[in-house]
Structures are given as structure tokens and as C-alpha cells.
């Protein structure tokens, strides 16, 4: 199992993400418990264009305090929305014996959404648990429809949604 955290970023996390305590609060525990338990942990930092705030070198493109990488975890950068973008993501997947991913951070209807397929396309076996991926609402639909539209339809068939109880479970919790 690794533990696949996203775009979890001093630019995104904010309290008009949907759910937010909920969601903060589930992240957190699930990278604590990952690592109590030697889960692997994968952080993976979204580098938008220069001037946007979220480029490397901006305070928006860090990692938040909270659920910072320590010491020997694996950071990734990508500059499109599917993790699988990075060629060293991807090649470092590949040598991992475990084809297990639970998958959990920002946003839903972004990044989540086209790691989920990217994974699910390479024959990994996707986890998502409740309440561990958000987003903002849109024009098209509020944060709370998004991010049930993709946990609960997008994704069936593509990824095994559980309850974050299950997903503490799997860790080793």
C-alpha cells in the first residue's frame, strides 16, 4: 500500500474547500497513521505557471505544515493534473511490487480525479476514502455536488470508495 497525498499545498488548503474540517482533519490522521504503521507516503505538489503563486519557490507551493514530507519520503512534482505526468512518478510506481493506492488530497474535480483514471489505465488497484479528497464550488456545481459526483459516480468501477474507518483499517489502524 502507499499512501498517495496531493496537492496538499500552502496555495489550495482553505477553509472554502468543502467539508474542510472534516477533510483536514481525515488527511492528517491518514498520513499519521500510514506513517506509525511504515506505509509508504508519496507527496505530490501541483507547480502551476510562474506568477501564479503556486510555483516552486512560492509560499503557496509548499506542502502545509501539518502533513509535512519528512526526512526519506518521496516528493513529486507535476505540472499537469495526473500524477502520472511526472516520468519519475511513474517510473518509481513501476519498481513497486505493491499496485495499491489510496489516494487522497486536492482537488477532486482536478488532480484526484485524473490520477484516479491515470492509476486505474496502469492497473493499480485505486482507494479512495470518505471524506479525503475536496474542492472549491464552481460555476457548474457547489464544492459538496463535486466532490459526491465523483466519489460516488465518476469513480465506481475505477477506484473502491470506503468509509474512512475502513481506510484507518487498511493502514493498519
Known sequence: MILLVIDMQK????EDLYAFDTFSERTTRLVDVAR???VEVIFVQHDADPGSGMSAGDEGFEIIDRIAPKEGEKVFV??????????????????QADKRLMIIGLQTNYC?????????????DVIIPEGTNSTFDNDYMSGETTVRYYNDDVWEGLAD?????????????
Open 11 to 14: 496555495g489550495l488548503v482553505d
Open 36 to 38: 506509525k504503521n511504515n
Open 78 to 95: 507535476k505540472t499537469i493534473n495526473s500524477c502520472f505526468g511526472n516520468k519519475d512518478f511513474k517510473q518509481y510506481l513501476k519498481q
Open 112 to 124: 484526484i480525479d485524473a490520477t484516479v483514471k491515470s492509476a486505474f489505465e496502469r492497473g493499480y
Open 161 to 173: 470508495a470506503v468509509t474512512f474507518e475502513e481506510a484507518m483499517e487498511i493502514l493498519g489502524e
